[in-house]
T-cell receptor, first 108, second 123 residues
């Protein structure tokens, strides 16, 4: 099973600041089979990025992803008020599909 | 528009059974694999099971193997999760989600999710 570790656990930032979230895998994830989701309280997860760096439909370009192998990152270039949420990475390289524990981006 | 609606959750005693349903609309249901993902209260996301578009292939997380069974009825645009021998740690909000690539199975992420149905296992 591929274990995903996310850091930091919590990121305290102000609107307009840049957020960089990390996701590290216990094994190499082939072909960048890594996705990022955003979840707000009381809502289902929302797909932001897949293939490590491809934005899903309707996702603003302030969200970007990078990485390969075992190290991946999600960057939010300038935080908008609606971006404060929990972010999860997920690998779909191999079963069981696994999620990271999440990074909470909170308002400073 | 694509919609997934879960139902069937509730409160159940340990050792009992429950069947969840996931009704779909707004897309060609029979061409997509469907997953179940759960989220324990205040916790993160855990993938549970997946079924291929034709129902011929399934995978499960180890913790539910032998207890949970995923199936689908393409004539009703519905996926089911039969949960037997429920345990306290099965308590969670259960989401169904569509695998993004039509005709794919297990090689893509999840692009549409339902709002979830809560399952509470308690004595």
């Amino acid at each position: 099973e591929i274990v995903l570790t996310q850091s930091p656990g919590t990121l305290s930032l102000s609107p307009g600041e840049r957020a960089t979230l990390s996701c590290r895998a216990s094994e190499i994830i082939r072909s960048g089979f890594l996705a990022w989701f955003q979840q707000k309280p009381g809502q289902a997860p929302r797909l932001l990025l897949y293939g490590a760096s491809i934005r899903s439909t309707g996702i603003p370009n302030r969200f970007s992803g990078s990485g390969s192998g075992t190290d991946f990152s999600l960057t939010i270039s300038r935080l908008e008020p609606e971006d404060f949420a929990v972010y999860y990475c997920q690998q779909y390289d191999s079963s069981p599909w696994t999620f990271g524990p999440g990074t909470k981006v909170e308002i400073k | 528009q694509v919609q997934l609606v879960e139902s069937g959750g509730g409160v159940v005693q340990p050792g009992r059974s429950l069947r969840l349903s996931c009704g779909a609309s707004g897309f060609t249901f029979s061409t997509y694999a469907i997953h179940w993902v759960r989220q324990s209260p205040g916790k993160g996301l855990e993938w549970v099971a997946v079924i291929s578009n034709d129902g011929g292939n399934t995978y499960y997380v180890d913790s539910v193997k032998g207890r949970f069974s995923i199936s689908r009825d393409n004539s009703k645009n519905t996926v089911y999760l039969q949960m037997d021998s429920l345990r306290l740690d099965d308590t969670a909000l259960y989401y169904c989600a569509r695998e993004m690539d039509p005709w794919g199975f297990g090689e893509d992420t999840l692009d549409y999710w339902g709002q979830g149905t809560p399952v509470t296992v308690s004595s």
